[in-house]
């Protein structure tokens, strides 16, 4: 009897500890192979959290066409784009200027055409183009690229000098336009200056359109090349100076070409009267200042003709008898 019951303990036993191995598997129950347990995201600090991107300034390059190089950065909002577009524009503007006309250090730009011309074999000595930098166009160029920024290449127009080939063998045809004037052969320097002078104009080839600067064309006289000292007129006195008598060339030109039509560019009187053409008739130059400058508006390529005799100088202006009928037509 104690047997059995001992027995039935045992049973019982048995059955209480599987039944609590049960629920201890079922509390612990292992995780299926694979599985990752599932993670919450990592809050960050206010400060550390994703900014949205800030867009960039706009810049905009000012570059060479020729060269490609970038000639300046212009950072618009910087310069007052949009809080003070008018201050904005002018600096444009101001910078543009100097840009195509230079300043006392640095050259522009700008070049005034320097004409072709014949030598005394018939053959052509190349000048030089006229060279311009369209300022209001690079100012409007930039205030347009000024909102998302760019490039800006700089607007330079290059215009040759406008005659054909063939014309500069029969330019001397025709006779438009002369004068003469004359001077004291003795005074030597004053002679050697208006022969130098009428030397660098002559067989000049002035193109329909083209810009002629007697500044430009005969350059500096000065005693490098070879004026002498002379009289000539500053502020209403005569003084002593190098190149002294290159004025009445370039008054003997200028009533020449006058008789032709043209359109004056510069033309200054000086501060005295001359005695070789009349008051009110003649072109002051110096080289660096005061120019004499026309265009041949006459619709047909001139050659200009100097003739430098002893006491004597005439200045002719002459073209082709194949354009003698169409300048007849537009003067």
């Keep these: 009897m104690v047997r059995r019951n001992w027995g039935i303990s045992l049973l ?47 810049t905009v390059n000012v570059i060479d066409p020729n060269t490609k190089a970038i000639l300046k950065t212009i950072l618009p909002n910087e310069m007052g784009f949009e809080s ?88 001397d045809q025709v006779l438009l336009g002369s004068y003469t004037t004359y001077f004291d052969s003795s005074v030597i320097g004053r002679s050697k200056n208006i022969e130098l002078s009428a030397q660098a104009i002559n067989n000049t080839i002035i193109g329909v359109q083209d810009s002629f600067s007697f500044n430009t064309t005969v350059g500096p006289s000065d005693s490098e090349h070879g004026y002498q000292p002379a009289k000539e007129i500053v502020n209403k006195q005569l003084v002593d100076g190098i190149g002294g008598g290159i004025c009445q060339t370039s008054s003997t030109l200028f009533n020449a070409i006058d008789k032709v ?34 265009q041949n508006t006459t619709g047909v390529p001139l050659i200009i003709k100097s003739i430098y005799q002893k006491g004597k100088l005439t200045v002719e202006v002459r073209t082709s008898a194949a354009y003698q009928t169409l300048y007849a037509q537009g003067n």
């Design 12 to 58: 019982l036993i048995s059955s209480l500890l599987g039944l609590t191995g049960c629920a201890e598997e079922s509390a612990a129950k292992p995780k299926e192979k694979g599985t990752i347990p599932a993670q919450q995201p990592e809050k960050k600090p206010p400060e550390q959290q994703a900014q949205p991107a800030q867009p960039k300034p706009a």
């Design 84 to 171: 003070d577009p008018e201050a904005y524009k002018k600096e444009l503007e101001e910078w543009a200027r100097e840009l195509a006309r230079g300043t006392d250090t640095t050259p522009g730009y700008d070049q005034k055409m320097i004409p072709d011309r014949i030598d005394a074999n018939g053959q052509i000595i190349k000048g030089r183009p006229r060279v311009i930098l369209e300022e209001s166009e690079l100012v409007e160029k930039i205030v347009g690229a000024s909102v998302n920024g760019g490039d800006v290449l700089l607007p330079i127009y290059v215009t040759e000098s406008g005659y054909k080939p063939e014309d500069p063998g029969t330019l």
């Design 261 to 294: 039509g043209v359109d004056y560019i510069e033309w200054n009187h000086h501060s005295l009267s001359v005695g070789y053409v009349p008051t009110g008739r003649d072109a002051t130059v110096s080289y660096g200042g005061k120019d004499f400058q026309f």
